[in-house]
């Protein structure tokens, strides 16, 4: 059975035109000459005097230079057959990396210096100089969450939006973790097939967002999630600086009672068990995300080997080059001083 012939480079066939005009033009240029011969001798000096081909070879020759024009141009199409498949192997090494960073008011304690949320900045700086040729992007919660950076790999403007996040980028104050996991993983988009990690970064615990149904939204987008809980379980004030006067207070609530900031340890637990992740009490010591990412986030993304099946056309456009050139051949042949006569035939 003849394989269906394809053409890879279709938007050369426009050149036959060009051909069919060329060789017109040699034509009427060919068999224009005689007349011209004609205006200065008579036919019996044009005999004695000028060797010429008959007019069969002419247009045999003519034949030949379009045909050459013509192959020379279905060469250029790539003509293709289908083949078929290859099984290859691949590495992938790309991974989806969202981080989910918390802006809430209580990220401004001073036990981790300066505070925890210049901390944490300063990490995820860190450890995007680490993640080369990954996509990385940028949720930034209190009361909501609101992306700051769609994947990308473009680490330029990641780092800028990263430097801009302050406890005033969510107008809504509060710690809702399950509206933050539904804005990252909105934002991861279709599913491309590459590991996707979420990096969720918080100190409160959750103000009834259904944090575990969100998860099970990650889970079903093929999201993996690695919480980081900042803070203590048993509760802890929060001390902050006053950037205009440099006194320190207690943070307090709208009645004037001191907020206490307590981790929620066993929701960030349940997070990471039901994502098949990992959870890591920073506490509230400094956050050394970059000894974190070694030993618990890097084996989430390692690279996995793959095979994929490929199917690679055959190829058929040198026929045509070498056809062309023997057609090329002939006409010059047939153009030669063989076969010529006195006067047209």
Known sequence: ?????????????????????????????????????????????????????????????????????????????????????????????????????????????????????ARAKAEIGEFISRVEGHRVGLVVFAGRGSVRSPLTTDYGFFRLALRDVNTRSVSLGGTRIGDAIRSAVAAFGPNRGAPRLML????????????????????????????????????????????????????????GNVVISRLDGELLREIALRSEGIYVPAGTSALDLDSIVETYVEPLVTDTALRVAQRSPNEHYRWFVLAALGSLVAAVWVGSSAGMRGGDA
């Not at 480079?9 to 009427?28: F, R």
């Not at 099970?216 to 004030?237: K, L, N, Q, Y």
């Open 200 to 255: 969720l970064i918080t100190d409160g615990e959750d103000h009834d967002s259904y944090p575990l149904d969100a998860v099970d939204e990650a889970v079903a987008a093929g999201v993996r999630i690695a919480a980081i809980g900042f803070g203590s379980e048993a509760g802890s004030e929060i001390t902050m600086t006053d950037p205009a006067t440099g006194a320190r207070s207690v943070l307090t609530d709208q009645d």
């Open 1 to 117: 059975m003849i394989e269906r012939l394809i053409f890879a480079d279709q938007q050369w066939v426009h050149l036959v035109w060009l051909a069919i005009g060329l060789v017109a033009l040699l034509a009427y240029l060919e068999f224009r000459s005689g007349e011209g011969l004609g205006r200065f001798m008579s036919t019996t000096m044009q005999a004695r005097l000028a060797r010429r081909q008959t007019l069969a070879r002419r247009a045999l020759k003519l034949g030949f230079i379009l045909a050459t024009l013509l192959l020379g141009v279905l060469g250029l199409m790539r003509p293709q057959t289908p083949a078929g498949a290859e099984t290859v192997s691949a590495r992938r090494a790309v991974a989806d990396i969202m981080i989910v960073l918390d802006v809430s008011n209580s990220m401004l304690a001073e036990d981790a210096a300066p505070d925890r949320l």
